[in-house]
């Protein structure tokens, strides 16, 4: 770790502030998803925001979610992998808030610096996201439209951080040892802790965020 | 008084009988209303010398129709007119009464009589012109409404040639006539003016038409607001004759034409929010005073002055049809007017009008033309105008055809004019959907029978009217022929099923969207037609039953499945239940059909919306995750062929 000796007030002032946005329409059936949107909802400079819950017609809130973008140093899509992809108000989040002339475009550089990663549960298991497997590609390669979407409108786009085989992670007592870890990386993206050269490029984020730390 | 109604019953024969068969063939309702007067008077012989007396209270038709005709107008529309006014309506004036008035000079008569002949024959029918193009659906082409241009400015023209003709009067016929004792003095006796200097005249007649601008503008409202409170009818009609007679009668007093009075009055009221309630209490009486007109018209046609001079009258008709046809079109040509429209507006005006009677009567009054002549010129004008809707027939047998393929652009042009939504029934449902419309640039009517309620809406921008919705002739001036949608959102059950079984009858083609009390209601509205019915309170209460489970913290997006499953029960079942209610409405079945389905429906909604609440793995749809263990079996599973 390479924490500094700094006072206080310098630390708080070095704390970077993170966004989740979650995105499950079936909470009632999440087993993964739900604890960790309440894990985040439960750490300082954190803020957890659920998007079905705000947006249950998806009439999304531009302004506001732009605001909100601004105003956070680090942005996190929460998520139930559905058909390699999100779950549709991520989507429409997207197609919406990610204007021209502030995501992107001459003129839009409002997410200039800022970093981006997806949390993510997927059904299937490590195995089959390889490109010998049963998915035929890996998760990273499967992502590949949410990494562009990060370079195009400059942020520094991170490993995801998944939960593989989730269906049966609670029947293999998977899913706290997963919540550690995922507490782990908000605290550490809080602290600007995170070793950035190996976030960017390691397949899981979640292989970085062991107890132990690296 | 025995007399009186026989009288009033052979003129209302002879008009339900020939005027529908005039309309059958299709000649136009005013052929019909000549042809019948021509029965009944010279031909039958059943009616005589009272048609004269009848037609100057037939005359009354006109001066309603102008006001209509007003109504019609805002007056920036007719600012808008003004070139047009005075470019073809001077120009189609001065050049035939020019040319008329140098052929009478040529057949022998003196100036004074010429120029009288050539203003008389200068004028048109604007009772048998507006009534045509209305019936033909012409007012909005660019020919019609150049000839109303026409027609307006002539009916203005009137008032200073009235005040001109008594300066041209044949000493001899006057004093020839005060030895006799003139009867006709007492015509003239109501007058205000009369013995007044010039500039007093002028102050009288500049103070009447202000009273009539100004008063219609501000004294109106409340007077038609006080009526409108009363909520009768036909207080309202009186109201509306009221003021039509009483300017009539007003501007008879100070010299001026009452037609144009009432002109005017209607351009004052064209934005008033009782615009189309009055137009609906007037149309009716303009209608039947208008044939009554016409068929004095008929009826008046003196056969044996006719067949006296028959040759003579032939030859002045045909040859003042063709000096104003011939005018008309240079004028068409000069300003312009394309291909039908030129003919239109050449054949359309080509008769004389009744203007020509008033000035005719006048001229007589004031010994300017001796009677044989009157005579004569009075079967001229008579036939001229016996023979304009053969003109009418000609332009749309011989011309319109040719133009045929330019016609479809034509109505292109128009469309702005078409494609609005009536809504009947401002409160707080019609509200909210005249918000939504006129936010996305949609045309809408507002009618509303509470005049407070229009006022506040008119407060804030909305154009609204007062009428009743569903009174028809409302909903006729209201454009619902022309309209795509009609909307009912009227408080009251009974009033909103008569409206929706009305609209469905009179305009077919007119999608009706109906608000429904409750389920029955709604379902009554569905069997009598409506396109669309939603029950007042089903939204509403869906809402508040969503926030309610909020409140209980229950997941938004939850809330709105459950929504949408309780819409699509709803929906399931909707069909299911209005046959049943239909059956048992009629009674055809005696087991209450309906009410057993209205109770499978309360538990059929009450399960499914319980299945997803509280079964995770339920057979509710939507985003169902796969079975535990499906990742295994989907790799070692081999996936079976489909052949």
């Known amino acids: 770790m390479n924490s500094d000796n700094k006072s206080d007030i310098d630390e708080s002032k070095h704390n970077r502030k993170v966004l989740v946005l979650f995105a499950h329409p079936a909470q009632t059936r999440s087993e993964v998803n739900v604890p960790l949107f309440a894990d985040a909802q439960a750490i300082e400079h954190v803020t957890a925001v659920d998007l079905y819950a705000e947006y249950p017609d998806f009439n999304i809130d531009i302004e506001r979610e732009q605001q909100q973008l601004v105003d956070h140093d680090i942005i996190i899509f929460l998520y139930p992998l559905y058909w390699y992809s999100t779950p549709s108000i991520l989507k429409e989040w997207q197609d919406l808030v990610l204007e021209y002339g502030f995501a992107y475009g001459h ?102 965020c062991t107890q132990s730390g690296e | 008084m025995t007399g009186y109604f026989l009288y009033a019953f052979i003129y209302l024969v002879a008009a339900v009988i020939a005027v529908p068969i005039a309309k059958r063939l299709g000649l136009g309702s005013v052929l019909g209303y000549l042809i019948a007067g021509l029965v009944i008077g010279p031909v039958f012989g059943l009616v005589g010398d009272e048609t004269t007396t009848i037609q100057h209270f037939a005359e009354f038709g006109v001066v309603m129709m102008l006001f209509l005709v007003g109504l019609e107008l805002e007056p920036r529309s007719l600012w808008a007119m003004k070139s047009k006014l005075l470019g073809l309506g001077g120009l189609q004036l001065g050049l035939t009464a020019a040319l008329i008035t140098a052929a009478a000079i040529a057949l022998g008569q003196p100036f004074g009589v010429s120029l009288t002949i050539g203003l008389i024959f200068a004028l048109s029918s604007t009772a048998i012109v507006l009534q045509t193009f209305q019936e033909k659906g012409l007012q909005q082409t660019e020919g019609g409404k150049s000839a109303f241009s026409v027609l307006l400015f002539q009916d203005i023209a009137v008032i200073p040639m009235l005040a001109l003709i008594p300066l041209l009067a044949i000493p001899e016929l006057a004093s020839s006539a005060a030895e006799h004792g003139s009867s006709s003095e007492s015509h003239n006796n109501l007058s205000l003016v009369e013995g007044l200097p010039p500039w007093g005249y002028g102050l009288v007649i500049i103070s009447s038409v202000a009273f009539v601008t100004v ?15 009363s909520h009768l009818r036909e207080i309202f009609t009186a109201t509306a004759l009221m003021l039509i007679i009483g300017i009539a009668a007003l501007m008879g007093l100070v010299g001026l034409s009452p037609a144009l009075g009432a002109f005017l009055a209607g351009v004052v009221l064209a934005n008033s929010e009782f615009r189309h309630e009055l137009e609906a209490n007037i149309e009716p009486f303009k209608g039947l005073l208008l044939g009554l007109f016409f068929i004095t018209v008929g009826a008046g046609i003196n056969f044996g002055v006719l067949s006296d001079n028959a040759v003579l009258i032939a030859a002045l008709t045909i040859t003042v049809m063709l000096v104003k046809a011939m005018v008309l079109y240079v004028i068409a040509v000069v300003f312009k007017l394309r ?93 909210i959907i005249n918000r939504l419309l006129v936010a996305n640039d949609v045309k809408t009517v507002v009618l509303d029978i509470r005049s ?108 709105e499945r459950q929504k949408m499953a309780y819409k699509n029960i709803e929906d399931q079942q909707n069909d299911m239940l209005y046959k049943a209610w239909i059956d048992d409405a009629s009674g055809e079945r005696i087991d209450n059909n309906y009410l057993k389905l209205f109770i499978e429906l309360e538990s059929l909604i009450k399960n499914a919306l319980k299945a997803d609440l509280h079964d995770k793995h339920s057979k509710m749809r939507g985003w169902t995750p796969p079975p535990k263990g499906y990742a295994e079996k989907l790799e070692h599973d081999e996936i079976p062929d489909n052949e």
């Not at chain 1, 085989?165 to 550690?180: C, F, P």
Request: one cysteine or more.
């Open chain 1, 107 to 208: 003129e839009g550089t409002a997410l200039k610096g800022k970093q981006f990663l997806c949390a993510i549960s997927a059904g299937g298991k490590e195995e089959a996201y390889q490109t010998d497997g049963f998915n035929h590609f890996t998760i990273r390669q499967l992502l590949q439209p949410l990494e562009q979407m990060a370079s195009i409108t400059h942020m520094t786009y991170l490993a995801p951080f998944a939960l593989f085989g989730s269906r049966t992670a609670q029947e293999e007592h998977r899913i706290s040892d997963h919540r550690r870890k995922w507490t782990t990386l908000l605290n550490k993206l809080v602290k600007g802790e995170l070793n950035m050269e190996k976030a960017m490029n390691i397949e899981n984020l979640a292989d970085l």
């Open chain 2, 215 to 229: 008063g219609g503008h501000y004294l109106s409202r409340p007077l038609f607001k006080f009526v409108a409170s």
């Open chain 2, 339 to 431: 291909e039908s429209n030129k003919w239109l507006f050449t054949l359309s005006l080509a008769q004389a009008g009744e203007f020509g009677f008033v000035l005719l009567s006048f001229a007589s009054q004031n010994y300017v033309l001796p009677s044989n002549i009157i005579s004569v010129l009075s079967l001229v004008v008579a036939i001229s105008m016996f023979l304009t809707p053969g003109l009418f027939i000609l332009f749309d047998k011989a011309i319109m055809p040719r133009y045929q393929g330019s016609k479809t652009q034509r109505e292109q042009d128009t469309i702005d004019e078409q494609g609005s939504v009536v809504i009947a029934g401002i409160g707080r449902f019609g509200q």
């Open chain 2, 452 to 559: 407070e309620q229009i006022d506040l809406i008119r407060r804030v921008g909305t154009k609204a009217y007062f009428g009743d919705a569903s009174k028809p002739d409302i909903l006729h001036t209201a454009g619902a022929h022309d309209a795509s949608l009609l909307v009912i959102a009227i408080d009251d059950k009974d009033t909103a099923a008569e409206m929706v079984k009305y609209a469905k009858h009179a305009y077919p083609n007119v999608k009706v969207l109906a608000r429904a009390f409750d389920r029955g209601h709604g379902y009554r509205l569905r069997q009598l037609g409506a396109d669309y019915v939603v029950s007042e309170t089903y939204h509403s209460a869906l809402e508040m039953g969503a926030e309610a489970l909020r409140s209980l913290n229950i997941h938004p997006f939850h809330v």
